[in-house]
């Protein structure tokens, strides 16, 4: 359990948490429709800011995106102090694109963005940068409550940030799920997502003299089904709710804050994970009515619009909610709901398989909770380099086959199939779902994908955004391969940093085993430029026991 | 229409990196979907819409009118030929 100091949302509804507070309230949307923009030949409804927004955030020598971040951590600091030992603070940044737009450039890293982000708020720890496509702002803060659970560090700020661009939205509508009109959650016409922009910072601390709101469980559980369809059943999230709600009282959720993006498949998945979990009494608050799907931002944003307005005993009405259209038993409302609770439930489910379910509750529980300690014990290693001067594919051909999805991958999910494959033949394994996790970390994001989705896009007159590609230009895809190939249930992340810090990455896995019911790990670092030149270190742990 | 099947097998192949699977083994009437024929899925389909408008000038916005038309080569063929701009 970690406790909340203070937040900020910067969106295109406001800069600061009360702001967009009061303009959700009064059912302001910052949803447009958009025609032409960045050359886009299709229309699309989004959130964005303005340019004179976009003028009064700017920072001079920063990406936009850095200084979206920044602006929203800064704020949310000058509510809070979080004393002078900067070694005990650690930043979390949370993006699926980052500064895209500056892909060829050293700015284009995520990791190196979350270096310049750091040092502009005056850390001097090594940050590290969740990238798990739609869930990673709700993954940002499990790994908060992780290494702050374990001791590793005193404070955390979990910032999440997306800045839109020609890259996301051909993307998205390559893979025909973006709306040209305001996106209608959970609604008979839902007929796709709006993308948006904005950041929002969580100011976490270990402990807390005051009541507080709580972080108190969370869970993260893949499908092992699909890399962009989510299971019809829904049972990656309702094993992530399950986990998260364990011996917790659900009569106690003032709300569950789904993701509700408004794709066909999204929102009927949640409603049947939302029945299957026994929560359909539960009052439904989708947002993304008003802020359309800020990617990164959203698990962080979302959550801190619920606390408020459950401070304020308020349910939120879910904008563009007329009629349901859903086959799960939902109880969900276009008008607000009062409500006398202090506790709810986030949700959210993305690209890659992955579902997390997040507890939040007002508390005046100060004490600190720590974790058992895990005992991990690495069983198996495999180290896969170019310099043996074999190319991927050879290895593949060689050693594997009879997969043909392996030319479908890009060259990182190509890397992270093949350095599996050979660990798990090395080893007598046996598989139970839910016990088995995938932890990866690498520099380079997706770097390669990147390039090949650019290069569909950047001609006008041969404009073709590919679909196939646009989903590898997320990395965590490529532990939804693994997951998809040997049916792992468990964990799915990617992180990304600036190198291969093992303490770091040791620390991190620790962290999450500790907290988390998984027994096993697949887990190391991985890139990969091309099929003759990759570096892979992936290694299976197993977790004896909590000492 | 031999010459178009030939093309749209070749291009599908090269389009959705069928790498293991042989141009002289691509049945035109075999389903293009489920574990009975190719087994191609989802984002295989969005993938072939980029084709089809790349290579024939075909716009299909909506990917459910194509359940009809994507079974197998042949009736993307047909399709294809019916509808082709380029």
């Given amino acids: 359990m970690i406790h909340v100091l203070s937040a900020n949302i910067t969106s295109p509804l406001g800069f600061t948490t009360e702001e967009n507070y009061q303009a959700v309230l009064s059912g302001c949307s910052a949803l447009k429709r958009y025609e032409g923009l960045w050359g886009l030949p299709e229309p699309f409804a989004a959130s964005l800011f303005t340019e004179e927004q976009k003028a009064a955030l700017a920072i ?11 602006r929203s951590i800064r704020k949310a600091l000058t509510y809070t102090s979080l004393g002078n030992d900067i ?14 737009e500056a892909l060829g450039e050293e700015r284009y890293y995520p990791s190196k963005a979350a270096q310049r982000i750091a040092e502009a708020i005056g850390l001097n720890t090594k940050p590290i940068v ?14 908060a409550n992780h290494l702050l659970s374990e001791g590793i ?14 890259f996301i939205v051909s993307g998205f509508q390559s893979l025909k799920a973006v709306s040209e009109e305001p996106c209608r959650p959970f609604d008979i016409e839902r007929n796709g997502l709006n993308p948006g922009e904005g950041a929002a910072t969580i100011v976490f601390a270990r402990t807390n003299s005051e009541e507080s709101w709580c972080l108190t469980d969370g869970a993260t559980r893949n499908d092992a089904y699909h890399l962009v369809s989510p299971s019809p059943q829904g049972e990656g999230l309702t094993a992530a709710i399950e986990a998260a709600m364990k011996g917790r009282d659900k009569t106690k959720l003032a709300t569950v804050c789904v993701h509700g993006t408004a794709t066909l498949y999204n929102d009927q998945m949640e409603s049947k994970a939302i029945e299957r979990a026994g929560l359909s009494d539960i009052p439904l608050s989708a947002l993304k009515g008003y802020y359309g799907h800020t990617m990164g931002a959203a698990g962080v944003l979302e959550t801190i619009l619920t606390m408020r307005a459950t401070d304020d005993g308020l349910v939120l009405p879910s904008k563009g909610f007329t009629e349901l259209g859903i086959s799960g038993k939902v109880s969900i409302s276009g008008k607000p709901q009062s409500t006398n609770k202090t506790a709810f439930l986030k949700i959210m489910s993305g690209f890659g398989g992955c579902n997390v379910a997040a507890m939040y509750e007002k508390t005046t529980d100060c004490g600190i909770q720590t974790t058992d300690k895990a005992k991990l014990v690495k069983s198996h290693t495999i180290k896969l380099s170019s310099e043996d001067g074999t190319s991927l594919t050879d290895i593949y051909k060689q050693q594997i086959g009879n997969y043909p999805k392996f030319y479908k991958m890009d060259i990182l999910s190509r890397l992270a199939f093949v350095a599996t494959e050979l660990l798990l033949k090395n080893g007598q394994w046996s598989m139970v779902n839910g016990q088995w996790s995938v932890i990866l970390f690498n520099h380079s994001s997706s770097i390669v994908a990147d390039r090949q989705f650019l290069d569909t896009i950047k001609d006008a007159e041969n404009f073709f955004p590919s679909p196939s590609v646009f989903v590898y230009t997320l990395p965590n895809i490529t532990t939804g391969e693994i997951a998809i190939r040997h049916h792992l249930c ?39 430029e091309s099929d003759t030149d990759f570096e892979c270190d992936l290694s299976m742990y197993n977790k004896i026991s909590n000492e | 229409m031999e010459q178009l099947i030939k093309d749209l097998k070749l291009q599908i192949k090269n389009a959705l990196n069928l790498e293991e699977l042989s141009l002289e083994e691509f049945d035109e009437n075999a389903p293009l979907f489920g574990d009975e024929g190719i087994g191609l899925d989802s984002i295989d389909i969005l993938e072939i819409i ?5 290579e024939y000038g075909i716009r299909l916005a909506n990917p ?18 019916a509808n082709r701009k380029k």
């Fill in chain 1, 60 to 70: 001079e020598g920063y990406t936009f995106f850095e200084a979206l971040a920044i």
């Fill in chain 1, 87 to 100: 070694s005990r603070i650690v930043l979390i940044l949370s993006t699926t694109k980052g500064s895209i």
């Fill in chain 1, 130 to 143: 969740v990238c798990n496509a739609c869930v990673s702002g709700l993954s940002a803060q499990l790994l």
């Fill in chain 1, 153 to 166: 560090y005193d404070y955390a700020i979990i910032v999440g940030a997306e800045v839109q661009s020609k």
């Fill in chain 1, 490 to 528: 468990g964990e799915t992340s990617f992180y990304i940093l600036h190198e291969k810090d093992e303490t770091l990455m040791q620390q991190i896995l620790e962290a999450t085993l500790s907290a988390t019911k998984a027994r096993n790990v697949i887990s190391g670092w991985i890139d990969a």
């Fill in chain 2, 50 to 54: 980029v084709l089809l408008e790349k």
């Fill in chain 2, 64 to 81: 459910k009118e194509g359940k009809a038309i994507f079974q197998s080569v042949k009736t993307i063929a047909e399709y294809v030929q």
